[in-house]
């Protein structure tokens, strides 16, 4: 079996049960999404799909622990690949990547890969996959802090009172100021054609709650 095969069976089983939207399927999309820009932008193919396939292996222990899943997943990768066999200067690339990949971390992706990387995962959080992923994530969050007492602070939009309201305000932080922060031209052209559906998503939701209070 190849690297990214054995990778790909090592990160499906440390991500069984992952309960928010940090996935296999969030995984996989993510590895596509960096081949379908790979194919205009350039870059070596496997790092992009290591760092991909590893770029979140560590948001289970950010779920358990706190602090930042993009460090214990590079910390996680390095001795995953190092474990077998992967050169120092492959694993030194992926890491890099996957530690600049975090979207509310605000970091420099320095190389091709790591800029498509960041891309990818960001895409991820648009369209109607977007939408769903979010109101997912968000009943994980408020679950995850009546259970375990868990708060993520990066995300305190999931835990308002009224579910609405933290979706608004989730929709005003993040989607739609996505796109400014992309680094490649395919990536945006991509971010284009998702958007729209969200925004037209919101405008109905909007529609939909405001006759809802007028009624009410």
């Known amino acids: 079996?190849?690297?990214?095969?054995?990778?790909?069976?090592?990160?499906?089983?440390?991500?069984?049960?992952?309960?928010?939207?940090?996935?296999?399927?969030?995984?996989?999309?993510?590895?596509?999404?960096?081949?379908?820009?790979?194919?205009?932008?350039?870059?070596?193919?496997?790092?992009?799909?290591?760092?991909?396939?590893?770029?979140?292996?560590?948001?289970?222990?950010?779920?358990?622990?706190?602090?930042?899943?993009?460090?214990?997943?590079?910390?996680?990768?390095?001795?995953?690949?190092?474990?077998?066999?992967?050169?120092?200067?492959?694993?030194?690339h992926v890491a890099s990547c996957i530690l600049s990949h975090r979207f509310s971390r605000g970091m420099q992706a320095q190389t091709i890969e790591a800029k498509i990387l960041q891309d990818a995962d960001r895409i991820d959080a648009l369209g109607a996959v977007g939408i769903f992923r979010s109101l997912v994530s968000m009943g994980a969050l408020r679950t995850l802090k009546q259970t375990i007492g868990t708060v993520k602070e990066t995300s305190m939009n999931a835990y308002t009172e009224d579910p609405f309201d933290g979706f608004y305000e989730y929709m005003e932080k993040k989607p739609f100021k996505i796109k400014d922060r992309l680094n490649t031209e395919t990536a945006k052209e991509i971010a284009d054609q998702r958007l729209t559906i969200m925004q037209t998503y919101l405008e109905q939701l909007k529609e939909e709650t405001t006759q809802e209070r007028d009624n009410g």
Not at 21 to 46: A, F, P, W, Y
Request: aromatic residues 4%; proline residues 1%; glycine residues 8%.
């Open 1 to 92: 079996m190849d690297l990214i095969e054995t990778t790909r069976q090592f990160v499906a089983k440390v991500l069984a049960g992952e309960p928010s939207t940090h996935d296999m399927s969030h995984i996989e999309r993510v590895e596509n999404t960096c081949i379908r820009i790979h194919e205009k932008e350039g870059g070596d193919l496997q790092v992009l799909r290591l760092a991909a396939l590893l770029h979140d292996v560590g948001i289970v222990k950010e779920h358990e622990e706190g602090g930042n899943h993009a460090q214990y997943s590079a910390e996680i990768a390095r001795e995953f690949l190092n474990d077998n066999g992967a050169e120092a200067e492959l694993i030194d």
